[in-house]
T-cell receptor, first 109, second 113 residues
């Protein structure tokens, strides 16, 4: 099946810093999503981004489907950005989405 | 805006008991997905339903079964519970007609003792 790799696995930032999270996937995908799981366990959809670039406030994402990677940018990080960021891709022709292992982010005040 | 509703939020069961988890998708969403997340792990796909028919299946134990009803809500039935079944169980829904990604419920935390 499709493989999803995220890097870095862990990241510690000072409040106000910027960061880039990466997601590589092994095969063609139907779609790609980025999620944030907060410390209370809630999974929040950040972006549905099969290709191209999207921005939402301090967050933006870019997917280059032909090169099989996606990037999530966090600017001016805040303590509330802490949690785990998951990249998830859907197998072509399937109804299931596979998650990467996530990037665990901790933002220090 | 309406979200995905899961019940119960927390559930404690003994080994070998049965548990039923419920999921109410966002109105108009036609697809429901179930995921299991162990401590410190990423969510693992269990099963999905599109228009009340099973659409895909992941690593779901034979002791588990699920279905989607005529009102689109879904239930995950888990029998002969084992300690290893303790996890967070998420339900998500989406609308295939205008796909914009998954919306997840708040999850059910199952503890098997």
């Amino acid at each position: 099946g499709i493989q999803v790799e995220q890097s870095p696995p862990d990241l510690i930032l000072q409040e106000g810093a910027n960061s880039t999270l990466r997601c590589n996937f092994s095969d063609s995908v139907n779609n790609l999503q980025w999620f944030h799981q907060n410390p209370w366990g809630q999974l929040i959809n950040l972006f549905y981004i099969p290709s191209g670039t999207k921005q939402n406030g301090r967050l933006s994402a870019t997917t280059v489907a032909t090169e099989r990677y996606s990037l999530l940018y966090i600017s001016s990080s805040q303590t509330t950005d802490s949690g785990v960021y998951f990249c998830a891709v859907e197998d072509t022709g399937g109804f299931k989405t596979i998650f990467g292992a996530g990037t665990r982010l901790f933002v220090k005040a | 805006a309406a979200g995905v509703i899961q019940s119960p939020r927390h559930l404690i069961k003994e080994k070998r008991e049965t548990a039923t988890l419920k999921c109410y998708p966002i109105p108009r969403h036609d697809t429901v997905y179930w995921y299991q997340q162990g401590p410190g792990q990423d969510p693992q796909f269990l099963i999905s339903f599109y228009e009340k028919m099973q659409s895909d299946k992941g690593s779901i134990p034979d002791r588990f079964s699920a279905q989607q009803f005529s009102d689109y809500h879904s239930e995950l039935n888990m029998s002969s519970l084992e300690l290893g079944d303790s996890a967070l169980y998420f339900c998500a829904s989406s609308w295939l007609g205008q796909f914009e990604g998954y919306t997840f419920g708040s999850g059910t935390r199952l503890t098997v003792v």
